[in-house]
């Protein structure tokens, strides 16, 4: 196939982040935490103006997520969508009844439109569901004695990525632009794309302060070295496509020979190694990446 069926991946990625998967809320400032297990990672910011999130899991996971941040008092007041994926905006019908939903603008388009997804047709959200506060470039919210800054990166996951940081306690949650340690699902029907993923990781490195804490979309908390091992992985492996399909070979053949054995780990039930070879190797046949 030209393209990855990614309706059929986001299918196969809820599937792997059963409702079932046990939370665990950790502390990374006096005022942030991530909460973690099962879909994608939320940040969570308490204090006297009371909680905002960054993502909300899936939908399924919604009396899970009430029941990490009952230590809390009070609802959710603001949310940030880092992208329009199911596993991060899935408790937007029950927090979005209190909350004011920020998002790029692609995440409402793409949640007020619903589509095809694999073998399943997904409906358009309800009003309560969407995005508020719309916004093409940045956006902030001042809450919590914080500047929570959120920051869009066109063509990189999908089309509506934002990354969210919290300038005084230098914590960056990159959403799924960042996949610590996993090779990272790119849409490409969605507007991503991996040549532009990699420069946007780089920019993110010279922007992030060196004892930064970074939340990925997935995967544990980040260091920046961390995040600049993820970075080399994109270019090497990148590079390692791009040369072979220059020289003639095709994808199967590319894919036979799989990448350095430096990146087997990387490889998980999701992404495996061939499809991140597909995935590389669709991007830059739609990009005429041949540099």
Same mark, same amino acid.
């Given at each position: 196939?030209?393209?990855?069926?990614?309706?059929?991946?986001? #299918?196969?990625?809820?599937?792997?982040?059963?409702?079932? +998967? /046990?939370?665990?809320?950790? &502390?990374?400032?006096?005022?942030?935490?991530?909460?973690?297990?099962?879909?994608?990672?939320?940040?969570?910011?308490?204090?006297?103006?009371?909680?905002?999130? #960054?993502?909300?899991?899936?939908?399924?996971?919604?009396? +899970?997520?009430?029941?990490?941040?009952?230590?809390?008092?009070? &609802?959710?007041?603001?949310?940030?969508?880092?992208?329009?994926?199911?596993?991060?905006?899935?408790?937007?019908?029950?927090?979005?009844?209190? %909350?004011?939903?920020?998002?790029?603008?692609?995440?409402?388009?793409?949640?007020?439109?619903?589509?095809?997804?694999?073998?399943?047709?997904?409906? *358009?959200?309800?009003?309560?569901?969407? @995005?508020?506060?719309?916004?093409?470039?940045? +956006?902030?919210?001042?809450?919590?004695?914080?500047?929570?800054?959120?920051?869009?990166? *066109?063509?990189?996951?999908?089309?509506?990525?934002? %990354?969210?940081?919290?300038?005084?306690?230098?914590?960056?949650?990159?959403?799924?632009?960042?996949?610590?340690?996993?090779?990272?699902?790119?849409?490409?029907?969605?507007?991503?794309? #991996?040549?532009?993923?990699? &420069?946007?990781?780089?920019?993110?490195?010279?922007?992030?302060?060196?004892? +930064?804490?970074?939340? @990925?979309?997935?995967? *544990?908390?980040?260091?920046?070295?961390?995040?600049?091992?993820?970075?080399?992985?994109?270019?090497?492996?990148?590079?390692?496509?791009?040369?072979?399909?220059? %020289?003639?070979?095709?994808?199967? &053949?590319?894919?036979? /020979?799989?990448?350095?054995?430096?990146?087997?780990?990387?490889?998980?039930?999701?992404? *495996?190694?061939?499809?991140?070879?597909?995935?590389?190797?669709?991007?830059?046949? %739609?990009?005429?990446?041949?540099?």
């Amino acid at each position: 196939m030209r393209f990855l069926n990614a309706c059929s991946l986001i #299918v196969a990625l809820l599937a792997a982040s059963p409702a079932t +998967a /046990e939370l665990s809320l950790h &502390q990374l400032s006096d005022a942030v935490y991530v909460l973690q297990g099962g879909g994608g990672n939320v940040g969570v910011c308490v204090g006297d103006d009371g909680i905002l999130l #960054v993502d909300d899991k899936l939908a399924s996971q919604t009396d +899970a997520v009430r029941a990490a941040l009952a230590r809390f008092d009070g &609802q959710p007041q603001y949310i940030f969508n880092t992208h329009f994926h199911g596993d991060h905006t899935g408790g937007n019908r029950a927090f979005g009844q209190h %909350a004011t939903i920020l998002a790029h603008v692609n995440v409402r388009k793409r949640l007020a439109t619903g589509g095809e997804f694999g073998k399943r047709h997904i409906e *358009p959200e309800p009003a309560v569901a969407l @995005p508020d506060i719309a916004f093409e470039q940045s +956006a902030s919210v001042f809450f919590n004695d914080e500047e929570i800054r959120a920051v869009h990166f *066109p063509r990189a996951h999908t089309d509506g990525d934002i %990354a969210v940081f919290f300038v005084n306690a230098q914590i960056a949650h990159l959403g799924d632009l960042f996949f610590n340690g996993l090779f990272p699902f790119v849409d490409l029907e969605y507007g991503g794309d #991996v040549e532009t993923l990699t &420069q946007h990781i780089a920019a993110l490195i010279d922007q992030l302060s060196a004892d +930064a804490k970074i939340i @990925p979309g997935h995967g *544990p908390v980040a260091t920046l070295d961390e995040l600049k091992t993820y970075h080399r992985m994109l270019v090497e492996t990148t590079d390692s496509v791009r040369t072979r399909r220059n %020289a003639g070979m095709s994808l199967d &053949q590319i894919s036979a /020979e799989g990448l350095d054995a430096q990146w087997a780990s990387w490889g998980w039930s999701f992404v *495996p190694a061939q499809r991140w070879i597909e995935t590389v190797y669709w991007s830059l046949e %739609a990009g005429g990446g041949s540099d």
